[in-house]
């Protein structure tokens, strides 16, 4: 399966920050410690980065209901999913990992220094985030030379797509262990920096929305921008 690669990676202090889900305009003012921790965190962080991106593109062949049947017999079901990949021709199934490195260092520093810990770990955050959002943009952008259009991401655990089931949809669909990342039985990824999401690809799907509309924890989430 192919590994996108040469994608550039842009983090910085403010990126950080949100990872702790802190906003970086208030912290700045109140509270300086931690904004040298974050500035700390990400020039020794960004050196244990070991970031990939797995993908397939699968072909659309027929829908049954809240399922949809993919080339090579795979399958994707949930109402979610129904709705979302509705118009699609093709999707993307796409893992991001940063690696364990970084994971490891944060919780050695959380025993001695938890603030630092902390601010690695939103190094972490951060940086798959950005890693994600770097890999749906080059799809968008290679969808676009074709004449097509992708759909915002979508990813296990959104509403509408239960994580333990869709994850394993998505698992079953990719071997994961060409970039070190494995599923628990709970349907969480390990490293725990890493993310998986479906990305619709055809001439008329609709791309309207964001990621966070999608999730069940909308309302309350931490990392939440102040513009949501």
């Known amino acids: ?52 991106v797995l993908y397939e593109e699968f072909l659309v062949q027929a829908r049954r209901h809240q399922r949809l049947l993919l080339s090579g017999g795979g399958v994707l079901e949930g109402e979610r999913i129904a709705s979302h990949l509705a118009r699609a021709e093709t999707v993307l199934v796409i893992v991001c990992t940063i690696g364990d490195a970084l994971e490891k260092r944060a919780s050695q520093a959380m025993e001695q220094e938890p603030v630092y810990g902390l601010a690695l770990d939103g190094v972490g955050a951060a940086a798959v985030e950005a890693r994600a959002n770097a890999a749906c943009q080059h799809f968008a952008e290679q969808a676009a030379a074709r004449g097509l259009r992708t759909t915002i991401p979508l990813s296990p655990g959104m509403a509408g797509w239960p994580l333990k089931e869709s994850q394993r949809q998505l698992f079953a ?56």
């Open 1 to 52: 399966m192919p590994l996108l690669e040469g994608l550039t990676l842009h983090l910085d202090v403010d990126a950080v920050l949100r990872g702790q889900g802190a906003d970086p305009g208030v912290l700045r003012v109140r509270s300086p410690r931690l904004v040298q921790a974050a500035e700390r965190a990400l020039a020794e962080g960004t050196a244990l980065l070991r970031p990939a």
């Open 173 to 228: 669909l990719l071997d994961s262990r060409q970039i070190g990342v494995a599923l628990t039985e709970h349907g969480l990824m390990l490293p725990w920096k890493s993310l998986s999401m479906v990305l619709g690809v055809g001439r008329h799907v609709q791309r309207a929305g964001r990621p966070c509309d999608s999730c069940e924890m909308r309302e309350t989430c931490r990392y939440r921008s102040p513009d949501d």
